[in-house]
C-alpha cells in the first residue's frame, strides 16, 4: 500500500464524510418527529407533547449546526482534493447540488430561525408551520444529495464533450437514475430508525433514572412503535436496493456476497474471511443456493461472481463483504427491539421491563452504526469507480503531493475531534438531564418577534 495523494484523499473524503453522515441520519428524523409532537400538541393540549418537543428541539439545534458545519467541509474537497472529477463532472451533478441549496437549504434557512427562536414570539400555528418546513426541507435535501450521489452509483443521461467532460443530455435521467428511488427510501428510513433508537436509549435511559416519566413514557411508546413497523418496511426497501445494485452492479454484490465462482444456485455467506489473493473464503458459513433466490434469480439462472472481474476492477472485498454484515446486524437488531418492544406493550409491561430498557440504552448508536456500515457498503463497493463503470477514481484526484493531503488530513482529525466531540458530549448531557417540565407554551397574544411573524399576522 503506498501512501500517495490518492490513496490519503480518500480517507480524507472517507473521514469527514463518515462524520457528516452521522448528523443528517439523525436530524432528518428528528425534524419530522418535532413536527409530529408539535401537531400533537396543538390537537391534544397535551403538555407532555409540548415537554418533549422543546427537549428535542434542543438536540436538534445543535445536530443541525453540526451536520452543516461538516458538510461545507465536504464541498470544499471537491476544489481541492477531487478538482479533476469536479471538472469533468460538475455540469451533470452541479445543478442537482445547486438545487438542492435553493429548494432546500433557503427553506431550512428561512424557517429555523422561528422554530428555534420563536417559541415565545410567534403564534403557535405559525411556529407549527415553520418546524414542518424544516422537515420537509431536510428531506428535500436528501432527495437532491441521493439523486447526485445514485448517479455515480447509475450513471445515466449524459454524454462526453470533445474535451472529454460530462455533460447532461437529459436531467430527469440524470436525476431518476435507476438507482436512486431505492436508494433515497432506504436512506430516508434509515434516518427515521436512527432516530428513534437515539429516542428510544434516550427515553429508556430516562425510566431507568426515574426522570420526566410521563414524557419518557411517551417518547418510548413512539419509538417502539416507530421500530416495530418501518424496520420490516425497511429490509424490504434494503433488498430492492440490492436487486437493482445487482442489475447494475453485479461487481458490488460479488463483492457483498462474498462470491468468488460465477455459478448457478449461488449460496448466502452468513460468515467467512475473504481472501484476496487466494480468491477465496476462509472458515465459511454458507447456505447453498439460498444467494440466488434471495437475488431474485432462478434456479438455472448464472449469477457472476468476482471472477468474472479483472482484479483491477473489483472493489476491496474485505472491506464490502464485512460491511454489509454490520449493516444486517444492526437491521435484525432493530426488528428484534421492534418486536421485544410490541410485544411488552401488549402485556402492559413496557414501561417496567427494565431488561428491555438496558437493552434499549445499549442499541441507541445502532442506527448511526447501520447508516455508516451501509455507506461504506454502498461507497466502497463502487471502487475503483468514482463514477461507476465511467471513470476511475485514480482518474479524478487532483494534482496535489502527498504531503499536502497528509496535512489537512491531520487538521481535520484534530479540529473533528475537538469540535465534534464537545458536540457530542453537550447532546448526552442533555439528553440525560431529560425533559423539562416547566416551560410555558407559545401564546399567540403576545406580539411577534420578527418582520415575518408580523406579515403573516396581519394578512
Known amino acids: ?14 473521514f469527514t464524510i463518515g462524520w457528516h453522515i452521522i448528523f443528517p441520519s439523525f436530524t ?26 422543546l427537549f428535542w428541539v434542543k438536540i436538534f439545534a445543535i445536530s443541525f449546526g453540526m451536520g452543516v458545519v461538516s458538510g461545507v467541509v465536504m464541498s470544499y474537497q471537491f476544489g481541492t482534493n477531487w478538482s479533476v472529477f469536479s471538472e469533468h463532472v460538475g455540469s451533470v451533478i452541479g445543478p442537482l447540488l445547486a438545487y438542492e441549496v435553493l429548494t432546500a437549504f433557503f427553506l431550512e434557512a428561512s424557517f429555523l430561525g422561528i422554530m428555534l427562536f420563536g417559541w415565545k414570539r410567534v403564534g403557535p400555528g405559525l411556529h407549527f408551520f415553520s418546524t414542518c418546513m424544516v422537515a420537509i426541507g431536510t428531506l428535500i435535501s436528501a432527495f437532491w444529495i441521493l ?50 433508537m437515539v429516542v428510544a436509549g434516550a427515553s429508556a435511559f430516562a425510566l431507568l433514572s426515574k426522570k420526566a ?17 418501518v424496520t420490516p418496511v425497511q429490509i424490504m426497501v434494503g433488498h430492492e436496493s440490492g436487486v437493482v ?79 454489509f454484515r454490520v449493516m444486517v446486524a444492526m437491521g435484525v437488531a432493530m426488528l428484534a427491539l421492534g418486536v421485544w418492544g410490541a410485544g411488552a406493550w401488549a402485556l402492559k409491561r413496557l414501561d417496567t ?12 448508536p445502532s442506527g448511526f452504526v447501520a447508516v455508516l456500515a451501509g455507506w461504506i457498503t454502498a461507497e466502497v463497493g463502487r471502487q475503483p469507480f468514482v463514477v461507476y463503470g465511467v471513470m476511475r477514481t485514480a482518474d479524478a484526484v487532483s494534482p496535489v503531493s502527498a504531503a499536502s ?31 423539562d417540565t416547566d416551560e410555558a407554551p407559545p401564546t399567540s397574544d403576545q406580539p411577534p418577534g420578527s418582520p415575518i411573524a408580523a406579515g403573516v399576522k396581519e394578512a
Open 1 to 14: 500500500m503506498e501512501w500517495d495523494a490518492l490513496l490519503l484523499s480518500r480517507l480524507q473524503f472517507a
Open 28 to 53: 432528518i428524523g428528528l425534524a419530522s418527529f418535532l413536527a409530529v409532537l408539535e401537531g400533537l400538541w396543538l390537537f391534544t393540549k397535551k403538555p407532555i407533547y409540548k415537554n418533549l418537543y
Open 147 to 196: 439523486a447526485a450521489n445514485s448517479w455515480m452509483q447509475t450513471p445515466q443521461g449524459f454524454a462526453f464533450a470533445e474535451d472529454g467532460t460530462m455533460v447532461a443530455t437529459n436531467f430527469a435521467e440524470v436525476i431518476f437514475n435507476p438507482s436512486m428511488p431505492s436508494r433515497l427510501a432506504h436512506m430516508v428510513l434509515a434516518a427515521f430508525l436512527t432516530t428513534a
Open 213 to 229: 416519566l410521563a414524557e419518557s413514557r411517551v417518547a418510548l411508546r413512539m419509538a417502539v412503535l416507530m421500530m416495530a413497523l
Open 245 to 323: 445494485a445487482g442489475e447494475h452492479q453485479p461487481a458490488k454484490v460479488a463483492a457483498l456476497e462474498g462470491w468468488w465462482t460465477t455459478r448457478t444456485q449461488q449460496p448466502t455467506v452468513l460468515i467467512g474471511w475473504p481472501d484476496e489473493e487466494a480468491e477465496r473464503n476462509h472458515f465459511e458459513l454458507s447456505m447453498p443456493g439460498l444467494g440466488s433466490a434471495v437475488n431474485n434469480a432462478g434456479p438455472d439462472d448464472v449469477l457472476p461472481g468476482l471472477d468474472s472481474f479483472a482484479p483491477e476492477d473489483r472493489p476491496p472485498v474485505w472491506i464490502v463483504f464485512w460491511a
Open 353 to 364: 421491563s427494565r431488561w428491555y430498557h438496558r437493552a434499549l440504552v445499549l442499541a441507541a
Open 405 to 435: 493531503v497528509a496535512t489537512s488530513l491531520l487538521f481535520f482529525i484534530v479540529t473533528y475531534a475537538i469540535v465534534f466531540s464537545a458536540g457530542a458530549l453537550y447532546i448526552l448531557r442533555l439528553m440525560g438531564k431529560g425533559p
